[in-house]
């Protein structure tokens, strides 16, 4: 890590891994001098003992024995670095082509064991970068697409306000000055609600250094959540109703997120439907402790293919395409959101009759993440 590039380039060019045959046997000099030192303790040996008992021994045969075992040394080296050149080769040529990505992969005609599972480390080492790379590329892709889509969806409430604004200049709205306000908070909202939306994704990246646990009343988030879209209910005839009390373990600012996209969304795939809507908050509490918010309203609904889908990314679905503000990006940032708090997100629902979207707190697994 404290190399710096010139280091690095320095290092490259030396020779670390030539395929010179002098190079193979610089490599192997402490071998060829352990051998050489127990060849003459042998004859040595052998000499000694022939001087201290009957009969003589020729030292041009002590000679020739060595110059065998040296014969025979060679061979094996030569032998030994005909079947590692290939090996040797590859990993020069990798060296070389270090800035490549699958340089790495050049190197496959391991030999010995330990060859081979270098091999195979740097088979496991590329295959978990390039795994983690697709990750990240994946990520920013997603966040780049989000990005043009948010600000194509943001362009919608300044281009009314601006609108607006105009007609008020020209005097054309003087009477309905009251219908214009109504309309400039609508689209402030959307635009409120908007640049949350891009908040959240950009702290989901660091989201555990932005969780704060606590007991909190479920009743009282989901209350507040619901009044922040009392004028879209009253506009398009939608009734809400809170049913139930419970307390959670919970990052209030997340859930409370998580409560916004989902009454959102119920707002949102009910406007379409005329005559009178009723959105039900439900909190219900099991036998076991656990506590689930179910969100029912009765909107258009979505069909039974899609309903695998409506966590992916982006992805808006057929009902989508007929309603403004659909980027795709709620339910997806809702359900990363519930899964690191731990809590479960789960829908039914039936085209032309509504939808209930249920989220459920278990205190065990808010409990895993905090000793996380």
Not at 15 to 21: D, G, R
Not at 111 to 125: R, Y
Not at 190 to 208: I, N, Q, V, Y
Not at 261 to 272: D, M
Request: hydrophobic share 40%; with cysteine.
């Amino acid at each position: 890590m404290g190399r710096n590039k010139t280091d690095v380039e320095a290092n490259t060019d030396e020779p670390l891994t030539a395929v010179k045959p002098l190079r193979y046997i610089q490599d192997r000099l402490s071998y060829i001098a352990a051998f050489a030192a127990a060849l003459l303790l042998s004859e040595t040996a052998l000499i000694l003992g022939a001087l201290s008992g009957p009969g003589d021994v020729d030292p041009r045969t002590a000679v020739y024995a060595g110059v065998l075992a040296f014969f025979c040394l060679s061979l094996w080296l030569g032998y030994d670095y005909i079947r590692q050149r290939a090996y040797y080769r590859q990993l020069e040529e990798a060296r070389r082509h270090a800035s490549v990505l699958d340089a790495a992969l050049r190197v496959r005609s391991g030999v010995m064991k330990d060859q081979i599972a270098v091999q195979q480390l740097l088979q496991t080492q590329y295959e978990a970068y390039m795994h983690e790379l697709g990750g990240y590329r994946r990520q920013q892709e997603m966040h780049h697409h989000f990005i043009h889509q948010w600000v194509h969806q943001m362009k919608t409430p300044v281009a009314v306000i601006d609108l607006i604004v105009q007609q008020a200049d020209h005097g054309e709205s003087a009477a309905n000055t009251r219908s214009d306000l109504s309309s400039i908070r609508e689209e402030t909202e959307r635009l409120t609600r908007g640049l949350d939306m891009m908040l959240s994704t950009a702290r989901l990246e660091k989201f555990e250094m932005d969780v704060h646990i606590r007991r909190i009343s479920l009743h009282e988030l989901v209350r507040q959540v619901t009044n922040t879209y009392k004028r879209l209910c009253i506009k398009h005839s939608i009734f809400p109703q809170i049913i139930g009390e419970a307390e959670v373990e919970t990052d209030e600012k997340w859930i409370a997120f998580v409560v916004h996209q989902l009454v959102g969304n119920a707002v949102k795939y009910s406007k379409p439907k005329p005559g009178t809507k009723k959105l039900l908050l439900q909190i219900d509490r099991s036998h076991e402790g656990s506590v689930t918010l179910h969100i029912t309203d009765e909107g258009i609904g979505i069909a039974e293919h899609e309903l695998p889908r409506i966590f992916d990314p982006f992805y808006t679905g057929q009902n989508g395409r007929l309603v403004e503000e659909s980027t795709g990006m709620g339910l997806y940032l809702a359900k990363q959101v519930c899964s690191k708090l731990g809590h479960r997100l789960s829908v039914k629902s039936e085209p032309g009759s509504g939808t209930t979207i249920s989220v459920s707190f278990q205190a065990q697994t808010l409990h895993k993440l905090v000793e996380e």
